[in-house]
């Protein structure tokens, strides 16, 4: 994560040495969203777990948990009974289950104006028509650097708002370099008095410039979106980001170096893959694909340029037809593995950006939830997943991968999403009070209090003593989904058994100096008792100026 803000902890309780008193054993279940459609893709309802293989690591596996959303449940709970008398009723799916929470997170800097207008349009409908009660939404604008438009809510009215303020833009930002590039090379080749060696030279230099420009361009782009995933970790229910733009190349510059060789013929020794091939951002690529599995997050691309267009939009002069395909794809091959590698659904090469709206809300409203316990509940890292149907006449669409978090981690993902989202599930009564920011330089230094219930776990321990402990994990956002590191402090906690009652009579104190940027700053808490993993949150806002 990009660091924000650094963390000074003035803490207000004294350590002691504490024996490992309890051994918690807990049950972990992997849930799998699974997609069924025919041929036509036209949703399959009604299937059971016994219609479904799942295999981790190429191992088959289970089913222990099993249920299925259809579009009526998005609204209510399903209250129909199985179709045959010796099959019991399918159980409904859960509550948190039917929760859609859903990030459209718009390349703002790439789309070009005039289908930048239809894509506002086309995502104004669909906020309008698809969001329900329960669901949240989100919207992320990124023009080479991330814009929060409005944080998740549950207020279509104030999404709608969101979108009707995002201001028109002239020009399409991205290409309007690769196109005086392409000209500036051209003029060179046509220039008399320039030797042929000197165009080659002068072209070759600009246009290896601008691949080294994409190239950290697109970087910045790639890691705004893992951000983005990483802050829905979490949450519970359905998670869906849908991404639309026209430029995320797997090897920035293809284009222009197969310009290059269109241009000067075979001056060039190697081939345009092979030069851009250094720059490539497949493994980056597919990292954050891995990442929204991890956070069970399912990506939706929508590719907004469209192939048979083949002329610019600020150079007038055609674009070869090659050299468009090649563009074209460049994309494409990025945004289909983000969706192939998330379950999700690849949409490219159509003007009617309201059917690409619609297929994907057709996906959220009807999907599988499989689950299994793993063998192995101690080894981190990614696992591969793989899901199949019986029937061979449908298709199947899950995750490829997912990674087993140890409760660490589960517990920095729900503070990191306890910053964009209100809903966190607290279990204990966490109390967060926050001083006045004092200017530090820079920066600023911005005093906290987390007030801790007193109904903290202690067991007896050695020497007529009581112990336990909490552990404070602290986070700080801000509008533009930014974080600093996550901070834990563990708070163990000895006393005497004789002064136990004294301890119970008013809450813990925990004290911290945040030192924070200037601007708006979100400051995430959660405490989880050592013993019994009880957890709370709590959050604040300051504004450091």
């Known amino acids: 994560m990009r660091r924000l803000a650094s963390l000074s902890l003035l803490l207000a309780l004294s350590a002691g040495a504490q024996e490992k008193l309890v051994e918690s054993i807990e049950v ?70 039917r929760a859609r929470h859903i990030v459209v997170f718009i390349d703002d800097y790439s789309v070009e104006p005039r289908t930048r207008v239809q894509l506002l349009a086309s995502l104004h409908k669909f906020v309008a028509k698809e969001l329900r009660e329960g669901d949240e939404a989100t919207i ?203 379950g999700g659904i690849s949409l490219a090469n159509t003007t009617n950006l309201d059917l690409a709206f619609d297929t994907v809300a057709r996906d959220l409203t009807s999907w599988y939830s499989l689950g299994y316990r793993p063998a192995d509940d101690k080894t981190t890292g990614n696992r591969n997943l793989s899901v199949k149907v019986k029937n061979p006449a449908y298709r199947v669409r899950a995750r490829e991968t997912y990674a087993f978090k140890s409760h660490d981690e589960e517990v920095s993902d729900r503070v990191l999403a306890n910053i964009v989202h209100e809903g966190m599930k607290s279990q204990w009564p966490i109390g967060l009070h926050t001083g006045a920011p004092s200017k530090n330089g820079r920066n600023y230094l911005v005093p906290i209090e987390v007030t801790v219930p007193p109904t903290v776990t202690l067991l007896p321990a050695t020497g007529g003593k009581l112990a336990g402990g909490f552990d404070v994990y602290i986070v700080v956002g801000n509008d533009d989904g930014k974080t600093s590191n996550i901070t834990k402090r563990p708070q163990p906690i000895t006393i005497p058994s004789q002064i136990e009652k004294a301890i119970r009579a008013k809450p813990l104190i925990f004290n911290a100096t945040l030192m924070v940027r200037p601007g708006k700053n979100t400051i995430s808490i959660g405490v989880v008792d050592e013993i019994s993993n009880t957890i709370g949150f709590a959050r604040a806002t300051i504004v450091a100026r």
């Open 140 to 342: 992320v604008n990124w023009a080479r650097s991330t814009h929060v438009l409005v944080p998740f809510t549950s207020d279509k009215n104030a999404l709608l708002a969101a979108i009707d303020k995002i201001e028109p833009r002239a020009a399409i930002q991205a290409r309007t370099e690769d196109a005086r590039i392409r000209n500036l090379c051209a003029e060179a080749a046509s220039v008399r008095g320039l030797s042929r060696a000197q165009a080659v030279g002068d072209c070759e230099m600009m246009i290896s410039s601008r691949a080294d420009e994409l190239w950290a361009l697109e970087r910045d782009l790639i890691e705004a979106m893992r951000l983005t995933v990483t802050s829905l970790g979490g949450i519970e229910g359905k998670k869906a980001m849908v991404i639309a733009g026209a430029h995320l190349p797997e090897l920035p510059g293809l284009d222009l170096f197969q310009f290059f060789n269109d241009t000067f013929g075979t001056s060039r020794k190697n081939s345009p893959y092979l030069t851009a091939s250094h720059r490539t951002q497949r493994l980056s690529i597919e990292n954050v694909a891995r990442e929204a599995n991890a956070n069970g997050v399912t990506l939706y691309t929508i590719d907004t340029n469209d192939s048979r267009n083949t002329s610019s939009a600020e150079n007038r002069d055609p674009v070869s037809l090659e050299d468009s395909f090649i563009e074209f794809t460049n994309t494409k091959v990025s945004y289909d593995n983000l969706a192939r590698i998330t």
């Open 28 to 97: 972990h279940v992997v849930n799998v969203d699974v997609v069924v459609t025919d041929r036509a893709g036209n949703p399959v309802p009604g299937l059971t777990k016994n219609d479904f293989e799942l295999f981790e690591n190429g191992k088959p596996q289970s089913i222990t948990n099993f249920y299925e959303v259809r579009p009526d449940d998005i609204a209510a709970p399903r209250t129909t009974a199985a179709t045959a008398a010796s099959e019991p009723a399918p159980e409904p799916p859960p509550h948190e289950a």
